[in-house]
């Protein structure tokens, strides 16, 4: 008996009604994107490792998946770290690709690749899946799809408004309420250097990026298990737990930091860019949230992450100032700033809410029933005038029984169903039914489109 068909453990399969609910979020990202003035790329999805490496720190690369070389990959191997048990040697003999991680880093390769070709700021989209060696579990997939929106090449905050207002639009669009939690890197340094620990900038940012998932003390634990001394832990404690409106959280960050250049760097611009938000109008409330640190070590200005307000989940779109990712690759002095749509958790959190439109566009809003050759032929020239007319239509493709015809309408959600006899051919009319509602109505086939639209 021959195995079972699976998967990996971490990716999913999708149905045709899924893939319309998952193209409805992916329709309404990639309007707004447009709207602002974005043009889409692709970049494939195989990096070289030397691309993708120390890029997303050191808990990022243990998460890339690496693919083995073509052809004997074993005749350049490490013989000898794989003698000694080193993976990563080993690995890296046998493995020059893997899948990307993220959109941003093969972002800004293309970008250097490419500098010649494009005019700056360049504004940008991407739709495309990535991969990530996780643990899978609720919300987190293994191939999950990601949406991205950069601008480089421009260090104004006039990006990041933006990027807030595409946000704000974005969930307005998609009826989800969510709030916008908003940092920067600069104060972070500033506080690492407050409390006596620039030097651990990197240990201290990933450690309160977890206060919503481990807790405090777990946070503080691990601040430990870093090398931090309990009077710089005690000293970062205010400061991270800090409350109030923003505007009162900056006035304290400001003396806390007042010793710090970089800190004061990062407050100035938190203060502008919250002078840009008030005086735009926004549905999205936006927070100074100094917990927010996002694990990724590119990141050196503003970061963003957005949170769903109706139901216990992780981030579902994150992002951030990026001043030298494309100075790894030999192109200095260019910033950028954008921002990650998580695809794959704004469907699960739509799901569970229900806020997908009942009717949609992809779907199938008219079918013929089949009765035979000849009514076929009759109904053949009515179906190309429906789809001309942008009304997505089909014609069961056999004469087989009306039960199973009805039945596969009704699977389909298909709106209205049309049928055509012989009574029906001779007074050029129609019987169409509407699903929903049960009634049933002859109809001229003039009149035909009008009715259909008038009642979608």
């Known amino acids: 008996m021959s195995k079972k068909p699976s998967i990996p453990k971490g990716t999913r399969d999708f149905s045709p009604q899924e893939m319309v609910k998952r193209n409805y979020i992916f329709d309404t990202i990639k309007n707004i994107f447009q709207l602002h003035g974005y043009l889409p790329i692709e970049t ?40 000694d048990n080193n993976s990563v040697l080993f690995t890296n003999s046998v493995s020059e690709k893997g899948l990307r991680y993220d959109l941003t880093v093969p972002f ?69 309420n969510v709030i916008i939690k908003l940092n920067n890197r600069k104060v972070l340094a500033g506080i690492a250097e407050s409390i006596g620990h620039l030097d651990k900038i990197i240990d201290i ?14 946070v503080n634990k691990e601040l430990q298990e870093k090398g931090l001394d309990q009077e710089s832990i005690d000293k970062l404690q205010p400061i991270i737990m800090l409350k109030g409106s923003n505007e009162e959280k900056l006035s304290i960050l400001k003396e806390s930091l007042k010793e710090s250049e970089t800190g004061m760097k990062g407050i100035d611009e938190l203060e502008i860019l919250f002078n840009y938000i008030n005086n735009t109008e926004l549905t999205t409330e936006v927070e100074l949230d100094l917990t927010l640190a996002r694990g990724l070590n590119y990141y050196t200005g503003a970061i963003f992450e957005v949170k769903s307000l ?7 779109t994150g992002g951030g100032r990026y001043d030298n990712l494309t100075g790894v690759f030999g192109l200095k002095d260019v910033s950028g700033v954008g921002i990650s749509f998580g695809a794959d958790r704004i469907y699960d959190v739509m799901e569970q809410m229900n806020k997908f439109p009942k009717q949609n566009a992809a779907s199938t809003k008219v079918m013929f029933i089949n009765f035979g050759e000849k009514e076929e032929m009759y109904c053949l020239p009515i179906l190309s005038i429906l789809r001309e007319n942008n009304i997505n239509s089909e014609i069961f493709p056999s004469s087989q029984k009306m039960k199973k015809q009805m039945n596969y309408a009704n699977n389909k959600n298909i709106s209205f169903v049309i049928m055509v006899g012989e009574n029906e051919m001779n007074e050029n009319r129609l019987s169409v039914k509407n699903m929903e509602t049960g009634e049933q109505e002859s109809v001229n086939i003039n009149d035909l489109v009008d009715y259909i639209k008038n009642r979608l």
């Open 44 to 83: 494939p999805s195989m990096e070289n490792l030397s691309t993708l490496m120390g890029k997303y720190g050191e808990e990022g690369d243990k998460l890339l998946f690496k693919v083995l070389n073509s052809g004997d990959y074993l005749k350049k191997a490490n013989q000898q770290a794989y003698q």
């Open 108 to 176: 800004a390769r293309y970008v250097v690749q490419h500098r010649n070709d494009i005019n700056f700021p360049f504004k940008r989209y991407q739709i495309q899946p990535v991969w990530r060696a996780d643990r899978p579990q609720k919300g987190r997939y293994r191939e999950f799809y990601q949406c991205d929106v950069d601008v480089v090449g421009s260090d104004s905050l006039l990006n990041e408004l933006e990027l807030i207002q595409i946000v704000d639009k974005v969930y307005q669009n998609l009826d989800l």
């Open 310 to 316: 109706d139901m216990e989940f992780g981030s579902i």
């Open 205 to 218: 940012t990933v450690a309160i990026d977890k206060l919503d998932k481990i807790g405090l003390e777990n």
